[in-house]
């Protein structure tokens, strides 16, 4: 009798105590099909937010660094600027060397760009009796001549000369650009943190509930010798699998939602087209958006398990 008492107090442990965890995780998870897919949800939810924060700004420091390196200055002259005007700037700029690379666009030539660029808004142009894009100078400089001091002095005298009504140059935009990104990426940052907190929290109600419907089950196995390990070992798993799962859900949402507007925008040029959708996130990046759902899936699981003594 007493070598029975024995037996049964010794601790019953699986062969395979992984093997053993990740069955008994995705049979429970079976089991509580539609609390696990609140789970689930939250955290695909809460991941694709994040992810299309990631996204577009991704896209547009791709934009920047395609731009990186090419200094170029654009002249605008005003809508009514005469030919002779124009040709009074013109030679301005023949008469610095360092000016010599330069294009111009004319009034129809800008409206023509400006029809590519938005072709969903082209026709509200038609509706104007006039051509309201001025022509301009585009101007490819080097990074030698904008450091030196003659730089400045050669851009007031543009900005003097007679129906030119704005010297532009792109390194302004493109700064203002790399810092929206940075702010895009904070703002997503900070939004996919609360929600998979949130979702965290709801993984952690889930397990709780799972282990409420286990709790005879626990009851015995703790009467058999099964260590806290054993017993916990699987809820964790549990968590781990939700989040993973969410993860993934929200990685391929993600894609499904760039591939189909990027099919859906034509790619004749369009600015939304280079800025938003020239480029899917890196693999290291995805990697990092189904990790963080294994993560929320995790502290959520641990959440539940960690003061369930009384189970």
């Known amino acids: 009798m007493a070598r029975e008492f024995s037996r049964l107090e010794e601790p ?3 062969s395979g105590t992984l093997t053993y965890f990740l069955r008994e995780a995705l ?18 939810m809460s991941l694709f937010i994040l992810g299309t ?15 990186q390196g090419k200094s170029r200055i654009n ?9 002779q005007q124009i040709r009074a700037a013109e030679q301005i700029l023949a008469s ?54 003659a730089f400045d002095a050669h851009m007031n005298e543009l900005r003097r000369s007679a129906g030119v009504e704005q010297v532009q140059f792109d390194w302004e935009w493109l700064a203002e650009l790399r810092r929206l990104a940075r702010i895009i990426n904070i703002v997503g940052l900070i939004a996919g943190v609360v929600l998979a907190i949130a979702a ?3 993984i952690a109600n889930v397990i709780r ?25 699987p809820f964790i798993v549990e968590g781990m699998l939700q989040g993973t799962i969410g993860g993934l859900a929200a990685a391929a949402l993600l894609y499904a939602a760039f591939s189909t507007a990027k099919q859906m925008i034509p790619p004749t040029g ?30 959520g699981s641990w959440l539940s398990v960690r003061e369930r003594d009384d189970l």
């Not at 002249?75 to 030919?83: C, I, Q, R």
């Not at 282990?211 to 806290?228: F, H, K, P």
């Open 12 to 14: 019953k442990v699986p």
């Open 27 to 44: 049979r429970r998870i079976w089991t509580s099909k539609r609390s696990s897919f609140v789970a689930i949800s939250m955290i695909a």
């Open 53 to 67: 924060f990631m996204l577009i700004a991704e896209n547009l420091e791709h934009a920047v660094a395609q731009w």
């Open 75 to 83: 002249v605008y002259f005003e809508t009514d600027a005469t030919p």
């Open 96 to 149: 610095h060397g360092e000016l010599a690379r330069r294009n111009f666009v004319s009034k129809n030539q800008a409206l023509d760009r400006f029809r590519a660029y938005f072709s969903n808004v082209s026709d509200l142009v038609g509706q104007i009796d006039e051509n309201p894009f001025p022509a301009s100078f585009e101007i490819e400089v080097t990074q030698t001549y904008l450091q030196s001091r």
């Open 200 to 202: 965290a929290f709801t």
């Open 209 to 233: 509930l799972t282990m409420m419907l286990y709790r005879e089950e626990i009851s015995i196995m703790r009467l058999v010798g099964a260590t806290e390990r054993i017993i916990r070992g």
């Open 270 to 299: 369009s600015l939304l087209w280079g800025f938003l959708f020239s480029t899917f996130l890196p693999w290291q990046k995805v990697a990092a958006l189904v990790g963080g759902g294994f993560v929320a899936g995790w502290v």
